[in-house]
């Protein structure tokens, strides 16, 4: 089975693009899964959700559905959310940083695609965080399996 | 009214952030020349004629940067553009000016030596701020 290979994520603060000679503004970021290339932040990442999944798992009793399992039928939209909170649940401020930034590595090296350009800092400069957050829950929902 | 020098903006071209040499940066938003002419109507009446020399409303970004491998490949890349380069200038107290449908203009001879800088200029349409 061929696993797909990107999605299309919706912003709710659009931000601005030079595309053909002018300013123009989106509000949709093609997210394109790591490849081998992107191994460092990919790792980063996978370590987190996989320290998330233990924890979760220690307190099952009180926490079960916190982390999404890849088996579930929910929709990636309604699950990005709940991943993206359960980092912030499990993981302390430097660890959630570690992540952000290896995701906004993710996105600017090959990752990310916006009006059909390759999303650079100047984009993710402009990116509301509420946006940024919601986005990581998604990618990781969509993109890594475990 | 206090007001605040600009000192230290960013520039981004075609959405990358661009490394150029400090205080080498020039705009001109492309706002023309005006003139006005005074214009006799007979005795005493003496009139004005406000002229809009649309001919000089055209914007330009110029500024300097070091000679690099990332330069030529820069340079490359506007010029291969035309006139469909996009420029924002972003000064660190909030003023944003968008420049669109940018031309690098200028030719450019790239020194080859330690410490070598070049001029890059872009024209195009006027200024949004």
């Known amino acids: 089975m061929t696993r797909k290979r990107e999605f299309e994520f919706s912003l709710a603060a659009p931000i601005g693009v030079h595309k053909d000679g002018e300013k123009q503004f989106a509000d949709k970021i093609t997210l394109v899964a790591p490849s081998v290339k992107n191994n460092k932040s990919r790792c980063i990442i996978k370590q987190a959700i996989a320290h998330c999944i233990a924890e979760s798992q220690k307190n099952r009793e009180s926490n079960s559905d916190v982390v999404a399992s890849s088996e579930t039928n929910e929709d990636f939209a309604t699950l990005g959310p709940i991943m993206a909170t359960s980092l912030y649940v499990f993981l302390d401020s430097n660890q959630i940083l570690e992540v952000i930034n290896a995701f906004t590595d993710l996105l600017i090296s090959g990752c990310g695609r916006v009006l059909d350009t390759p999303l650079t800092t100047f984009h993710l400069e402009q990116l509301d965080a509420e946006d940024l957050d919601k986005m990581l829950g998604e990618y990781i929902v969509n993109f890594f399996k475990f | ?129």
């Open chain 2, 1 to 129: 009214m206090p007001s605040n020098a600009l000192v230290n903006p960013q520039i981004i071209i075609n959405n990358i952030a661009i490394p150029f040499v400090p205080n080498s940066a020039k705009i001109d938003l492309g706002t023309g020349e005006q003139n006005v002419k005074a214009v006799a109507g007979g005795g005493a009446v003496v009139d004005t004629v406000y002229f809009n020399d649309v001919e000089n409303s055209v914007s330009k970004v110029e500024f300097d940067m070091y000679v690099t491998d990332v330069t030529i490949e820069l340079h490359q890349d506007w010029k291969s553009l035309g006139n469909g380069n996009t420029i924002e200038v972003v000064e660190v107290n909030g003023i944003t000016a968008t420049f669109p449908f940018m031309a690098h203009t200028n030719r450019v001879e790239f020194a080859i030596g330690n410490d070598k800088m070049v001029t890059i200029t872009f024209m195009g349409n006027p200024a949004i701020t």
